[in-house]
Protein backbone atom coordinates (compact mmCIF):
# COMPACT_ATOMS: atom_id res chain seq x y z
CA UNK A 1 0.00 0.00 0.00
CA UNK A 2 1.33 3.69 -0.63
CA UNK A 3 0.95 6.54 1.19
CA UNK A 4 1.11 9.81 0.86
CA UNK A 5 1.96 12.52 3.77
CA UNK A 6 1.47 16.82 3.57
CA UNK A 7 2.92 18.88 5.62
CA UNK A 8 3.72 22.56 5.84
CA UNK A 9 0.02 23.93 6.13
CA UNK A 10 -1.00 26.83 8.07
CA UNK A 11 -2.11 30.65 8.14
CA UNK A 12 0.24 32.92 6.43
CA UNK A 13 -0.71 36.32 5.59
CA UNK A 14 -1.29 38.04 1.98
CA UNK A 15 1.78 38.16 0.21
CA UNK A 16 3.44 35.97 2.23
CA UNK A 17 5.27 32.61 0.83
CA UNK A 18 4.77 29.16 2.06
CA UNK A 19 6.42 25.21 1.06
CA UNK A 20 4.35 22.06 0.94
CA UNK A 21 5.61 18.94 0.93
CA UNK A 22 4.17 15.69 0.28
CA UNK A 23 6.41 12.75 1.40
CA UNK A 24 5.48 9.38 -0.13
CA UNK A 25 6.41 6.31 1.33
CA UNK A 26 4.92 2.20 0.71
CA UNK A 27 4.92 -0.75 -1.45
CA UNK A 28 6.04 1.86 -4.14
CA UNK A 29 7.78 0.57 -7.37
CA UNK A 30 8.01 3.76 -9.17
CA UNK A 31 6.51 7.28 -9.61
CA UNK A 32 4.95 8.83 -12.47
CA UNK A 33 3.16 12.22 -12.30
CA UNK A 34 2.95 13.81 -9.46
CA UNK A 35 0.43 17.26 -8.28
CA UNK A 36 -1.15 19.24 -6.07
CA UNK A 37 -4.96 20.10 -6.42
CA UNK A 38 -6.71 22.05 -3.68
CA UNK A 39 -10.22 22.04 -3.03
CA UNK A 40 -11.75 25.83 -0.88
CA UNK A 41 -14.74 26.59 0.59
CA UNK A 42 -18.04 25.68 -1.37
CA UNK A 43 -15.92 24.90 -4.45
CA UNK A 44 -15.00 21.60 -6.69
CA UNK A 45 -11.38 20.35 -6.28
CA UNK A 46 -9.07 21.78 -8.69
CA UNK A 47 -5.90 21.17 -10.41
CA UNK A 48 -3.12 23.49 -8.97
CA UNK A 49 0.31 21.95 -10.30
CA UNK A 50 1.44 18.63 -11.90
CA UNK A 51 5.29 17.41 -12.62
CA UNK A 52 6.09 14.54 -14.36
CA UNK A 53 8.95 12.29 -13.08
CA UNK A 54 11.68 13.74 -15.70
CA UNK A 55 10.68 17.65 -14.07
CA UNK A 56 7.97 18.97 -16.69
CA UNK A 57 5.81 21.01 -14.86
CA UNK A 58 2.74 22.18 -15.90
CA UNK A 59 0.33 25.05 -13.70
CA UNK A 60 -3.14 25.88 -13.21
CA UNK A 61 -3.28 29.66 -14.39
CA UNK A 62 -4.21 31.34 -11.61
CA UNK A 63 -1.23 30.11 -9.56
CA UNK A 64 1.30 30.63 -12.78
CA UNK A 65 3.77 32.84 -11.54
CA UNK A 66 3.00 32.65 -8.07
CA UNK A 67 4.20 28.98 -7.54
CA UNK A 68 6.80 26.42 -8.43
CA UNK A 69 6.66 22.64 -8.04
CA UNK A 70 9.63 20.65 -7.37
CA UNK A 71 10.32 16.82 -6.76
CA UNK A 72 13.04 14.63 -4.93
CA UNK A 73 13.16 11.60 -7.04
CA UNK A 74 15.50 9.99 -4.80
CA UNK A 75 12.83 10.64 -1.40
CA UNK A 76 9.63 10.19 -3.43
CA UNK A 77 8.79 13.78 -2.30
CA UNK A 78 6.86 16.65 -4.29
CA UNK A 79 6.80 20.37 -3.30
CA UNK A 80 5.22 23.11 -3.88
CA UNK A 81 6.58 26.63 -2.88
CA UNK A 82 3.55 28.99 -2.99
CA UNK A 83 4.54 32.85 -2.90
CA UNK A 84 2.44 36.03 -3.42
CA UNK A 85 -0.25 34.15 -1.43
CA UNK A 86 -3.98 35.90 -2.28
CA UNK A 87 -6.72 35.41 0.13
CA UNK A 88 -8.36 32.98 -2.69
CA UNK A 89 -5.32 30.57 -1.95
CA UNK A 90 -7.19 29.59 1.11
CA UNK A 91 -7.89 25.96 0.57
CA UNK A 92 -7.23 22.34 1.21
CA UNK A 93 -4.38 20.84 -0.31
CA UNK A 94 -4.13 17.44 -1.45
CA UNK A 95 -1.13 16.03 -2.85
CA UNK A 96 -1.29 13.21 -5.89
CA UNK A 97 0.78 10.41 -7.06
CA UNK A 98 0.22 8.00 -9.85
CA UNK A 99 2.24 5.00 -10.22
CA UNK A 100 2.90 1.34 -9.53
CA UNK A 101 3.32 -0.48 -6.44
CA UNK A 102 5.94 -3.28 -5.84
CA UNK A 103 3.27 -5.83 -7.22
CA UNK A 104 3.34 -3.42 -10.62
CA UNK A 105 -0.44 -2.45 -9.68
CA UNK A 106 -1.11 0.72 -11.44
CA UNK A 107 -2.52 3.50 -8.69
CA UNK A 108 -3.95 6.79 -8.40
CA UNK A 109 -2.98 7.94 -4.63
CA UNK A 110 -3.96 10.86 -2.37
CA UNK A 111 -2.93 12.21 0.80
CA UNK A 112 -5.39 13.21 3.20
CA UNK A 113 -5.11 16.97 2.96
CA UNK A 114 -3.85 19.90 4.72
CA UNK A 115 -5.15 23.57 5.05
CA UNK A 116 -4.17 26.45 3.98
CA UNK A 117 -5.35 29.77 5.10
CA UNK A 118 -4.23 33.36 3.30
CA UNK A 119 -5.47 36.12 5.34
CA UNK A 120 -5.88 39.89 4.03
Known amino acids: QVQLVESGGGLVQAGGSLRLSCATS????????MGWYRRAPGKQRELVAT???????DYADSVKGRFTISRDNAKNTVYLQMNSRKPEDTAVYYCNAEGLDHKLVAGDYWGQGTQVTVSS
Open 26 to 33: GSIFILNA
Open 51 to 57: ITSDGRA
